[in-house]
Every structure is written in structure tokens, then in C-alpha cells.
């Protein structure tokens, strides 16, 4: 759980990222923005900033904002009652984000899991994504991805985002965030 304070240092550097990069938000979805810490009150290391603009039956739109070296945890998007996962595209606004799929494991990574972690993390095929780079993950691929040491924007196009039905890696995981 994140306290009022650090949730609101969230937004307000997330926003200025944002500016920087030359996105508009509104002042509607400044005040809808998602601040995660998967429930490990360890927002600078494992976290991630989310502004959703929609999520209807058939797609979803996010921008996912991240600070230097932040990590969103190793998950997939399952299939679930016959209604497969979500599949979504990353593409890569501002700063430099590593993604990390399965496949032969790259050799050297460009990052290490969160200290602690580690042994949440199994896959290491890396896929750096730059300025105009975007990746396509079908559902039910297992992935986990962090920002560079600037930070990163990455916008991300999907089918329905049904997060909270995401499955983790790390038992520990809390998808909901929870702000005290």
C-alpha cells in the first residue's frame, strides 16, 4: 500500500514525464491515473503509472509511465472461460523500456529483476524498445518489462484490459492498488 503523499509524488512526476514527452493529458484523467505498487510498497523499484483513455468490451488504450529503472513484475494476461487473454501492443513514446519475453535468453540482459525478487522472474529474452519501436504479445505470453535509467512512456493498445485478472509470477503480487 501507497500513502496520499507518495501516490500524489507519483502523478506529479509522472504528469511532468508526460509534459516533457509533449502528451496532453486532460484534467480529467490526471485525477484517474492508477499508481501501482502490486502491493509491495516498493513504488520506485516495482511500480508502474497508468492513465487509461478507454476500456470497452473490444479495446483498451493506456499510456503506461514509468520512472528510471521501474519495474511492472513478470505476468501474463490468462484465458479465462474460453474468452482468451488479452493481447497488446507496446509502443514505446519517450526514454528507453526493456521488455522480457520467453525464448532463448539474451545474453548479457540490460536488467535485473528487483533486489528480493529475483526468483520471481523467469523469463530473459530481451526486446529493447526505442523511439517508435512498438512489440505485439499475444495472450497468455508470460512477460515483465522496466524503464531505462531516463524513465519511459509506453503506450499500450489492447483487446479489453481485464487486469485484475492478471496472474503473477510473485505470489505477493496485489494487482489493485491500495493508496492509504
Known amino acids: 500500500m501507497i500513502d496520499r503523499s507518495q501516490y500524489q509524488k507519483a502523478v506529479e512526476e509522472s504528469t511532468a514525464m508526460l509534459q516533457e514527452a509533449g502528451l496532453v493529458i486532460t484534467p480529467g484523467e490526471r485525477e484517474r491515473f492508477e499508481v501501482a505498487d502490486f502491493g509491495l510498497n516498493e513504488l520506485e523499484k516495482t511500480g508502474l503509472q497508468i492513465i487509461t483513455y478507454v476500456n470497452t468490451e473490444r479495446c483498451c488504450a493506456k499510456e503506461l509511465v514509468m520512472t528510471p529503472g521501474q519495474t511492472c513484475p513478470e505476468h501474463r494476461h490468462p484465458t479465462i472461460g474460453g474468452v482468451l487473454g488479452k493481447e497488446e501492443t507496446f509502443r514505446r513514446r519517450w526514454g528507453t523500456v526493456y521488455l522480457y519475453v520467453p525464448g532463448t535468453p539474451s545474453k548479457p540482459v540490460s536488467c535485473a529483476p528487483p533486489p528480493g525478487s529475483e526468483r520471481y522472474y523467469t523469463v530473459f529474452k530481451e526486446i529493447c524498445l526505442k523511439p517508435g519501436d512498438q512489440y505485439t504479445l499475444v495472450p497468455d505470453t508470460l512477460h515483465w518489462f522496466q ?34
Open 147 to 180: 524503464a531505462g535509467p531516463e524513465g519511459a512512456i509506453v503506450s499500450e493498445f489492447s483487446t479489453r484490459s481485464t487486469d485484475e485478472a492478471d496472474l503473477f509470477t510473485d505470489p505477493r503480487i496485489k494487482r489493485a492498488p491500495e493508496v492509504g
